[in-house]
């Protein structure tokens, strides 16, 4: 696996792959590698003669410097992770290198960056569709690689595809889970053994929402058992826990057969706040 630290080292490597006619996949990540990363890394060179993986923790989309500055780095365990599996290029810039002047730039994809963690984390998504649009313009894939476990991410990535005319296609990755049901995350390793045995309850509530749901519960007391399972947790805190439409992120106030509904959930524990999703009809 070759290392480039630069944009003219990472594209003098790949300007000449590109003309060769081969497929390039990218999956841009922040490190602290786990799982989940590996699944779309696994995912990419089944599709793609060359993978490139990005490590690059984006200021930008932070809107908490303590997230920023305490989220965990694993470089060299990430780098044997990717070797192992074969990886062909990991881009590994600095902030400068992304940044060198301040982000003054600015991309705003309309209301769906404004839902559910948009609204928690404001400037996020935009952060988002800044770094993702340097990478796209940067590497140039053919195919980009992003988990369903940040569903929101992908639609707000997929209107950054569409408004801006990449031609990339965007593949949606599943959500790799421990034994126990918690989503893999970068911030789990934040988390001590307790905390992590009691973020179960996070995919414990979403499973139960969506059983009922499709057992046909309302959508109102599904809500109120998602916040009861909560109040009894004595170090989870729920952020939000919404029904929506994956078109726009808007909750939905009826369930139908023929929308593509997420149930979305984010909560705190302790300084760690984590999110995950499931979709209601698959
Ligand atoms: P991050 O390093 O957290 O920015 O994540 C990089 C990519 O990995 C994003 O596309 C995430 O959606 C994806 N990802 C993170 N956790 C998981 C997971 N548990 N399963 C599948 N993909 C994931």
Known sequence: MKICRTIKEIQTELNPLRSKNETLGLVPTMGALHRGHLSLVESCKKTCSITVVSIFVNPTQFNNSEDLENYPNTLDQDIAALEA????????????????????????????????????RPGHFDGVGLVVSKFFNIIQPNHAFFGQKDVQQFYVIKKLRDSLNFPIDLVKVPTEREANGLAMSSRNLRLDEDQRNEARLIYKCLSGAKEGLLNGQSIESTKEQVVELFNSSERLALEYF??????????????????????CIAAHIGQVRLIDNLMLFS
């Open 85 to 120: 599996h074969n990886v062909d290029f990991l881009f590994l810039p600095e902030r400068s290198e992304m940044y060198p002047d301040k982000a003054d730039v600015q991309i705003q994809l309309g209301s769906i960056t404004s839902e559910l963690e948009g609204e928690f």
């Open 242 to 263: 919404e029904i929506v439409d994956i078109k726009n992120f808007k909750p939905v106030n009826e369930v139908k057969d023929d929308s593509q509904i997420a149930l």
